[in-house]
Nanobody, 122 residues
């Protein structure tokens, strides 16, 4: 069972950039992704990447601003967040699954980190 630890969250001003990291106990066999949960809202899909990096999917709300990348040699996945908005404020969770597909959009993946808080001030 893969273990995931997120880092890099913090307080940012709107318009700024932030990069989150997700350290995995093992990475190369897994599709990886990021979700977020804003205060008072349900957790939502943000972005995901196939095990080999050949395919990615991104929520419309962050398209063009957020991107995901992975370094299998370092067992680390990154979420680059640019042009941050106050509505991006949330706890961001790293997730993993052996398979990659539409089930990611509904959050039906088995492995989760504990999350890291990102707060964007206006």
């Amino acid at each position: 069972q893969v273990q995931l630890v997120e880092s890099g969250g913090g307080l940012m001003q709107a318009g700024g950039s932030l990069r989150l990291s997700c350290a995995a106990s093992e990475l190369s066999r897994y599709a990886m992704g990021w979700f977020r949960q804003a205060p008072g809202k349900e957790r939502e899909f943000v972005v995901a990447i196939k095990w080999n990096g050949a395919s990615t999917d991104c929520a419309d709300s962050v398209k063009g601003r957020f991107s995901i990348s992975r370094d299998n040699a370092k067992n680390t996945v990154y979420l680059q967040m640019n042009s941050l908005k106050p509505e991006d404020t949330a706890v961001y969770y790293c997730a993993a699954d052996y398979s990659y597909g539409s089930h990611w959009f509904s959050g039906r993946v088995p492995y989760w980190g504990k999350g890291t808080l990102v707060t964007v001030s206006s």
